[in-house]
């Protein structure tokens, strides 16, 4: 089954990311920072519709192999991923004047290749090079546990999938681990794709909802989008809410094609990836040129990044990603399910 809702719902979320990454080009540039910290959800339904993907995927007449849905995973996350992780070392390296938010470090740059949370040299937050990347490191952590419970018989992969996901919750909230890589993979995060696998299970087993419900649903997760700025139970019931509408909305009357969404939502990982170096770049150059001075600056600012981060993303899409997937992978073979 195709979801059109959830392309379209993909490449809103990673325009939301943009603009909320837009707020530190803005601040660097002296003006006032708008309060969109509620952006970060686009992050929360990324969660959230990896899970329902997954289990979609995966769901009969399916029969994947562990070996063989990790190895999809990693065709489609990690060229691209190395490929921009590369270029920012590079810039680290041989022009660090022009990298305002990192500075080279050998381990972490070699554990943002590996998937392995570490903290950042300038923030000290638990981030890769690329820094939109640390959610990879949650979605990479998921598969491999989604990928394990494929090695059990159907009837018990929902329930062990789901228990590991719980105990890794609550073993986080009940010892608050210090380290910084145990609490991240021990993190509230793993609930949005715990909500996801779910709304997965429920659609694959005939589940519906009528229109008005879809709606209802919709209308509760937007109206739950401010909550987000309190923490992550906010951001956890309004975007599995939003996700959860379009879902079963889809389901119930297949929601209606057009070209430009669907695009942005087949190139969101592609504008996710690259953007935080297109708009950083962008943003120097705006700021050099003095048009944070302007009376509708930010607002230009903000145009200006997202239109250009689309537009790269959407090129890197069409002239990379989709070759990369199309023809350097499909002519190796895949590993053995042996």
């Known amino acids: 089954?195709?979801?059109?809702?959830?392309q379209y719902l993909r490449g809103a979320a990673a325009l939301m990311i943009v603009v909320f990454h837009c707020g530190a080009q803005i601040s660097r540039g002296g003006a006032?920072?708008?309060?969109?910290?509620?952006?970060?959800?686009?992050v929360d339904v990324f969660f959230v519709i990896s899970g329902f993907i997954m289990w979609v995927s995966t769901a009969p007449p399916s029969d994947v192999s562990p070996w063989r849905f990790w190895w999809r995973r990693v065709r489609r996350i990690v060229p691209l991923y190395w490929l921009v992780t590369s270029i920012a070392v590079a810039a680290l390296v041989l022009t660090p004047s022009l990298v305002k938010s990192g500075k080279f470090d050998l381990w972490h740059a070699v554990s943002?290749?590996?998937?392995?949370?570490?903290?950042?040299?300038?923030?000290?937050?638990?981030?890769?090079v690329v820094i939109p990347g640390w959610s990879l490191n949650y979605e990479m952590f998921f598969y491999f546990i989604f990928g394990a419970c494929l090695f059990l018989g159907r009837r018990f992969r929902l329930l062990v999938l789901l228990t590991v996901l719980v105990v890794l919750i609550v073993a986080g909230f009940v010892l608050k681990p210090e380290n910084k890589t145990i609490a991240f993979y021990t993190s509230p995060y793993l609930a949005e794709f715990a909500v996801g696998v779910l709304l997965g299970f429920y659609v694959t087993r005939g589940g519906r909802a009528p229109r008005a419900a879809c709606i209802a649903l919709l209308l509760l997760g937007a109206s739950l989008s401010p909550a987000t700025e309190s923490g992550l139970i906010g951001a956890l019931v309004a975007s599995a809410a939003v996700v959860a509408g379009i879902v079963l909305l889809d389901v119930s009357q297949p929601i209606e094609f057009y070209w430009l969404p669907c695009l942005l939502g087949d190139a969101s990982y592609s504008i996710y990836i690259t953007h935080s170096l297109v708009i950083s770049a962008f943003g120097q150059l705006y700021q050099r040129v003095g048009l944070f001075e302007l009376?509708?600056?930010?607002?230009?600012?903000i145009?200006?990044?997202?239109?250009?981060?689309?537009?790269?993303?959407?090129?890197?899409?069409?002239?990379?990603?989709?070759?990369?997937?199309?023809?350097?992978f499909s002519r190796r073979a895949e590993p053995s399910s042996a």
Do not use: C, D, R
């Open 303 to 328: 145009a200006g990044a997202v239109l250009t981060a689309t537009v790269v993303g959407v090129i890197v899409h069409q002239m990379i990603e989709l070759p990369i997937l199309g023809n350097a």
């Open 112 to 128: 943002s290749f590996l998937f392995v949370p570490s903290s950042h040299p300038i923030t000290g937050k638990v981030e890769p």
């Open 295 to 301: 009376t509708h600056g930010v607002q230009l600012y």
């Open 32 to 42: 006032p920072l708008p309060n969109h910290q509620w952006l970060t959800l686009g």
């Open 1 to 6: 089954m195709e979801f059109i809702g959830i």
